[in-house]
């Protein structure tokens, strides 16, 4: 027999509810080291306004955020500090690059400009351009809620580092919080 609800009671799987509020609740750690970085500041802005997709509480404290967005170039010198920034949030997490030289070190092709962060960290999503515009960023953490919403939370397997990287290209990730230390890739 059909139950007939009332029109304002929704029914869901709470796993899906749970996902729903995770990708509806991100909190970037912006890690903006060149040029990328004024427009990641201009997506948080009035007129293209992050937070209408729930994603505008940008924290500098890594404790608090579940989101590092990359952009700008990244030399060898701020590696330890990238690294240690990421290790120091808390699972889940989840890591956008953001531009040419965050995904590939850009134009920058010398021994002290990282080749590509995802040597070093894993990364969901990447956004091309140089510099990606305001809309790229915004479509980027659209495309990443999608992927949050699909990964599911109640089995807990966002907490499986191992299941999760894999997908991922190139990790190398520090086996421990602990005393940062510069990890070469494979
Ligand atoms: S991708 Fe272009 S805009 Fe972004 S940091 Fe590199 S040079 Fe600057």
Avoid at 13 to 34: G, H, I, Q, V, Y
Avoid at 150 to 164: A, D, K, M, Q
Wanted: aromatic share 6%.
């Amino acid at each position: 027999m059909a139950i007939e609800l009332p029109e304002n009671v929704v029914v869901s799987k709470l796993d899906e509810l749970a996902s729903w509020c995770r990708k509806n609740s991100l909190w970037p750690m912006p890690f903006a080291t060149a040029c990328c970085g004024i427009e990641l500041m201009a997506t948080g802005a009035s007129r293209h306004d992050l937070a209408r997709f729930g994603a505008e509480v940008f924290r500098f404290s890594p404790r608090q955020c579940d989101l590092m967005i990359v952009a700008g170039r990244v030399v060898m010198k701020m590696l330890p500090v990238l690294q240690r920034i990421w290790q120091q949030m808390h699972e889940p997490k989840w890591c956008i690059s953001m531009g040419a030289c965050a995904s590939t070190g850009g134009v920058f092709d010398t021994y002290s400009v990282v080749q590509g962060i995802d040597r070093f960290i894993p990364v969901d999503m990447y956004i091309p351009g140089c510099p990606p515009r305001p809309e790229q960023l915004i479509q980027g953490i659209i495309d990443l809620q999608d992927k949050i919403q699909l990964e599911g939370t109640i089995p807990g397997s966002e907490f499986e580092l191992r299941t999760r990287q894999q997908r991922k290209r190139a990790l190398v990730e520090l086996p421990t919080v602990g005393t940062p230390s510069l990890i070469l890739p494979r």
